[in-house]
């Protein structure tokens, strides 16, 4: 942000530099949380729900706006005019104001999460610490919303979520550690910068452990996130709508505001930490920053927002585990895990100072095999299904086949 | 657990995670199968028109070629049908003054046509009978007494009912229990 | 302890843990994956399950007393809401018990339709059945493919008799309609197109991780339990109990077919759990697709049904009918006094002896495993409460 | 485990051979052999004994009637006496018989059998519920498909169904009324 505002300043400036740092930050937040992050939670409902619509061979929302792309609008005025329902036998200051502590929780990570280039809102230098520490105001939103619906149902499901962060926080910590050490920073700038363009020189394939981080940091993240397989605060068929149970209206909807927009902040950490942020190949960097910062932005999306699908794909593709199993996987495969990556990761640094070029172009060449591998498993659903021409499609705004049999 | 059984899980856990996410992968790329009832239907195509003959929708009656024998008031087993029907030396046979169907009670289970002799009473393909009030769905069919229907020997020779009565022939064919079906005793 | 005013009295179990207080939670009537509307009364110390009191009748519809009302040809409409699931296998048990009393023989090639109709409702209410199950434990995409294919088959049914779910296909005697020109081809080909979606189906859910942890070891039912509870069909033969009403106590064409038994193996765990259930289930859909496409190999040409009185009047006795419905052996006992009016008529349905085991499974299980033991056991309220 | 020799095909007894059986264990208590096919042979059994008879069919091992299939309760005004009809079966042997108890229809007491299957439990809390029959020794005799305060037995043939309950009507007249 500085940088950004140094450059369009200059060297001359009739303001003092802190009033430029500060009115640059007011508004550039305000563009973020208005023109970006509530907009990309809402638009992430509607891809959500195309996406599990053609899992599910349905179709999903298509009536609001070209290929129904308004729907998010339309359930937020929706949302926006319903009656917000305060139950009678509710802890009434806390009910209302959990879902804020939620939104702010989720909102005040962007405050240190980059959006490619020079695009941040505050460079913290203890950046990624500060987005892991503020995303855990969640579970206290969550667990005000519990307990105070006065419902059996919300309350288990906050003490869930309760538990389920808190124990998941440990290894995303973790898992964070290996990288923090290679970069030798927390601030999420400097994290990028220590990596590459290439994808080989992304941290992800920078050694065996990192790699192995990078899953376990995804799946934490998740699980973090309340979402499935780890969806159990909410847990429809368990809980009724766990801690939710009982909001109505726009209450209800920031929750879920919350939780779509937590799966960008979850691409956006991941791009950030394994994935090389937006850097570009090259000499683009160095490029005029109309045009570069533009491109870097568009990497550092697209880069995050396939994440986003990833996790709306596992979503629609698995069950939901059970909550001892939760504290299991979380305790007795992630931690320890995670403590080997952290070692591996400190004793390759040791090992090799400089990384070993060859792990990392071998570890890329495995990704790729493996995503090869996977097409062809595909490939092979499709031809078991022994489908006809006319029932595939590659278009994703695809509609229905004609009705009826055959 | 030992290491193995250790390792095993997590392995066991990645493939059939993989595996499902292949599967619903190949869904990405496979249209649709939703109709869009009621109004995203290609053109020209009703849902109506699609059903089966057989389906068992809104009953519907033809008077022209009731014969008012009161099979179906009989057969139904929740009693929705109600005919009225009396001698009338002067109109020359059975009149109709009533022929009401309460089809809020009507469970469509179609005992009433398959005794019918002529296919009068029968189902239609229809199926939108919502309405605001339950009086409005028993439906009446006589609006001023009617003659009942006499079948004539050597065919039907009416232009107007001839073509109800080939309709309700038809039907009676594809829901006649059997050939020799169920009679009477 | 501490601060005056401020102490705490803590209460401690026997074994020296904490005391803590039992949580009543009233699960259902109106409950996200109670199956229709039944209500367990559970009593919790934190997510595990001291017990969990199943409350039944909130869809009683006296379906029994409403048989000693409207006749007997009447009340073959009403079977088909007896289990509305699967309510081939109900009008057919009705059709076997007015048949034995009045010694009907029913021509073969009705026998053929009943069994052809029966397996696809069959398939039909194991399809609802694993993929509500898949849902219940937090999947949802293979509910909805399930339910693609059980649309099909609903096409298919409605062809054949009018109707969707409430088929009221068969007569005394035989059933109402011969299969419809062109049927045929269209069974073979949906049949063909959905055997291997079984299997896409098991690769998506089946032996997912996550779902047969979840299933795996889960609410054991022993044979011996299975049998004293009177658990029938999936969920006896989870149990290991190679037991088929239609193998073992034949009826209709059922010896004439070739088919399997499938039996819980007990693959992810201990014999009779939550997996072994669901998997019988999933393999059952492939051997009724076997017995459909023995039966219109083999469908000889000739009348559907027999000659019935239309006011049937069996003569007075009583008989005990058990067929095996989709969730297994169902038992009509029905008692005719000689007129046209059935005496009494009681139905034994198989959710009936499925929930009452629920009370003694829950004990030590978690919430989450209530869910799973509900959608194992195939639970569906119209049945229970008929 | 299941164990094949316990679930099995054993020695299936026709219905003269279990008749005999348990007339010979138990004398008088037992009627005569009626029914004419495999599904509805039966005997009448006193209602003082229907448990002990109940317990013998089931350990005995020729009869090993392993499991209740149905149990369920007719009621005959003219005779008097409300049937209880008990459908036994035997996934050992595979064979089927019905024993069936004559309870007085003015006070309907039957002891229960959910002692020796736990099936019986609810099929009997169902006879009570529908029919009225009271169970001696049942551990948990309560109305099961009515609701508590339900007055009157559905399934007597001259129940005659109130006309609100709790000031709901029952009924709802006919939209076909002339």
């Known amino acids: ?406 | 657990m030992g290491l193995g059984a250790y390792l095993r899980n997590i392995k066991d856990a990645a493939v059939t995670i993989a595996e499902g996410l292949a599967v619903t992968a190949s869904h990405l790329v496979r249209k649709p199968y939703t109709v869009q009832y009621p109004d995203r239907l290609p053109d020209g195509v009703r849902v109506q028109d699609t059903l089966p003959f057989r389906y068992r929708g809104i009953l519907e009656v033809d008077l022209e070629i009731c014969t008012a024998c009161l099979a179906c008031e009989r057969a139904c087993p929740i009693d929705c049908i109600v005919i009225d029907a009396e001698k009338d030396k002067a109109a020359g046979g059975l009149v109709m003054t009533r022929f009401d169907i309460d089809m809020a009670k009507c469970m469509y289970c179609g005992l009433c046509s398959e005794p019918c002799p002529t296919g009068a009473i029968h189902h239609t393909p229809e199926f939108e009978g919502a309405d605001y009030s339950l009086e409005s769905l028993v439906r009446k069919f006589v609006k001023a007494p009617v003659l009942a229907y006499k079948p004539k020997k050597g065919g039907e020779t009416d232009p107007e009912i001839a073509p109800v009565l080939e309709r309700g022939m038809r039907y009676v064919e594809e829901f006649a229990v059997n050939a020799e079906g169920p009679s009477e005793e | ?386 | ?178």
């Open chain 4, 1 to 178: 485990m299941a164990r094949p020799e316990r679930f099995g095909r054993g020695s299936r007894l026709n219905a003269n051979e279990i008749h005999a059986r348990l007339r010979a264990r138990f004398g008088d208590a037992i009627g005569d052999l009626a029914g004419a096919r495999r599904d509805n042979f039966c005997a009448t059994v006193a209602p003082a004994s229907i448990a002990d008879v109940c317990r013998f069919a089931k350990d005995d091992p020729e009869l090993a009637f392993d499991c209740l299939s149905n149990l369920s309760g007719v009621d005959y005004p003219k005779r008097g006496v409300i049937e209880i009809v008990y459908n036994l079966y035997s996934y050992r042997h595979r064979h089927l018989f019905a024993l069936k108890v004559g309870a007085p229809r003015d006070n309907p007491v039957v002891p229960t059998v959910s002692c020796v299957w736990a099936h019986a439990d609810w099929q009997e809390r169902e006879a009570f519920d529908l029919l009225g029959v009271t169970f001696t020794d049942h551990p948990d005799l309560r109305r099961i498909l009515m609701p508590e305060d339900w007055p009157g037995h559905p399934l007597r043939k001259d129940f005659v169904e109130p006309e609100e309950y709790h000031g709901i009507s029952t009924s709802r007249e006919s939209l076909l009324k002339a």
């Open chain 3, 1 to 386: 302890m501490g601060l005056a005013g401020f102490e705490v009295e803590v209460q401690r179990h026997e074994n020296g843990g904490l005391a803590t207080e039992d949580m009543t939670l009233s699960m259902g009537p109106q409950h996200p994956s109670t199956h229709g509307v039944l209500r367990f009364v559970v009593r919790a110390d934190g997510e595990v399950m001291k017990e969990a009191i199943p409350d039944i009748g909130y869809l009683h519809r006296s379906i029994e007393k409403i048989a000693e009302k409207v006749g007997w040809h009447g009340f073959m409409p009403y079977t088909d809401r007896v289990d509305y699931v699967a309510a081939m296998p109900c009008n057919q048990g009705w059709a076997m018990a007015g048949e034995r009393l009045g010694n009907i023989e029913v021509p073969k090639r009705g026998e053929y339709c009943r069994v052809i109709a029966t397996e696809f409702s069959r398939i039909h209410s194991h399809l609802l059945s694993v993929g509500s199950m898949a849902m219940d434990i937090g999947a949802y995409t293979p509910f909805t493919h399930a339910i693609r294919e059980r649309e099909y088959i609903n096409d298919l049914l409605e062809e054949l008799c009018g109707s969707r779910l409430t088929f009221h296909y068969m007569r005394i005697g035989g059933v109402g309609w011969d299969l419809p020109p062109g049927w045929r081809d269209k069974s073979l080909a949906f049949i063909k197109r959905f055997e291997p979606l079984v299997d896409e189906f098991n690769d998506l859910i089946s032996y997912n991780k996550i779902y047969t942890e979840r299933l795996a070891n889960v609410a054991v039912i022993t044979p011996e339990d299975a049998v004293d509870f009177n658990l029938v069909g999936p969920n006896l033969r989870g149990s290991g109990i190679k037991y088929d009403v239609r193998k073992d106590e034949p009826y209709s064409v059922y010896p004439e077919l070739d088919f399997d038994v499938p039996v819980g193996r007990g693959e992810m765990g201990a014999v009779g759990d939550c997996f072994d259930r669901y998997i019988v289930r999933m393999r059952e859909m492939k051997e009724s697709c076997r017995i459909i496409r023995q039966c219109l190999a083999q469908i000889p040409s000739g009348p559907v049904i027999a000659k019935v009185a239309r006011n049937f009047k069996p003569p007075a006795g009583d008989c005990y009918i058990r067929l095996e419905s989709a969730r297994g052996d169902m038992g009509w006992y029905v008692v005719s006094d000689g007129t046209s009016f059935p005496y009494r008529c009681k139905i034994r349905t198989g959710s009936f002896s499925a929930i009452s085991i629920i009370q003694k499974l829950s004990r030590n299980l978690m919430i989450a495993d209530l869910i799973a033991v509900i959608a194992s056991l195939d639970l569906v309220a119209p049945e229970i409460d008929r």
């Open chain 1, 1 to 406: 942000m500085q940088q950004l505002v140094d450059s369009l300043l200059g060297p001359q400036a009739s303001v003092p530099v802190w009033v430029a740092y500060f009115g640059a930050m007011l508004a550039f937040g305000g563009l973020v949380v208005f023109g970006f992050v509530l907009p990309i939670a809402g638009i992430t409902t509607w891809v959500e729900r195309r996406v599990m619509g053609r899992i599910q061979s349905r179709i999903g929302p298509n009536r609001v706006g070209p290929a129904g792309f308004l729907q998010w609008l339309a359930d937020g005025i929706k949302n926006m005019l319903k009656e917000d329902i305060v139950p009678i036998a509710a802890d009434a200051p806390l009910f209302k104001l959990a879902p804020y502590v939620v939104m702010t929780g989720f909102i005040a990570a962007f405050v240190a999460i980059p959006f490619g280039g020079p695009l941040i809102i505050a460079d913290l230098n203890v950046g990624i610490l500060y987005v892991t520490a503020v995303t855990s105001l969640v579970v206290v939103g969550i667990l005000m919303a519990g307990w105070s619906s006065n419902n059996k149902w919300s309350l288990l499901g906050g003490i869930r979520s309760a538990a389920q962060i808190v124990s998941y926080e440990i290894p995303a910590g973790l898992s964070i550690f290996p990288i923090v050490m290679l970069a030798g920073a927390l601030s999420m700038q400097q994290i990028i910068k220590a990596q590459g363009a290439a994808p080989w020189h992304w941290f992800v394939f920078e050694n065996p452990f990192t790699f192995l981080a990078f899953f376990i940091f995804f799946v934490a993240a998740l699980a973090e996130g309340n979402r499935t397989p780890f969806d159990l605060p909410e847990a429809e068929s368990e809980l009724v709508m766990g801690f939710a149970t009982e909001y109505s209206g726009m209450r209800n909807l920031l929750f879920f505001m919350a939780e779509w927009g937590n799966l960008y902040v979850i691409g956006a950490i991941v791009t950030t930490l394994f994935l090389g942020g937006g850097r570009l190949p090259g000499g683009l960097e160095n490029a005029p920053a109309i045009v570069s910062i533009p491109l870097q932005f568009a990497v550092f999306f697209l880069k995050s927002y396939f994440w986003v699908l990833v996790a709306i794909w596992l979503r629609w593709t698995l069950p939901r585990i059970r909550v001892d199993q939760m504290m299991i996987m979380c305790w007795k495969y992630l931690v320890p895990l995670a403590f080997v990556n952290l070692l591996g990761t400190a004793a390759w640094m040791v090992v090799f100072p400089s990384g070993l070029e060859a792990m990392r172009i071998a570890l890329f060449a495995l990704a790729v095999v493996l995503g090869i591998a996977f097409l062809i498993r595909v490939r092979y659903h499709l031809r078991r299904a022994g489908l006809r021409r006319d029932e595939l499609s590659f278009n994703p705004l695809a509609g229905a086949r004609v009705p009826g049999l055959g």
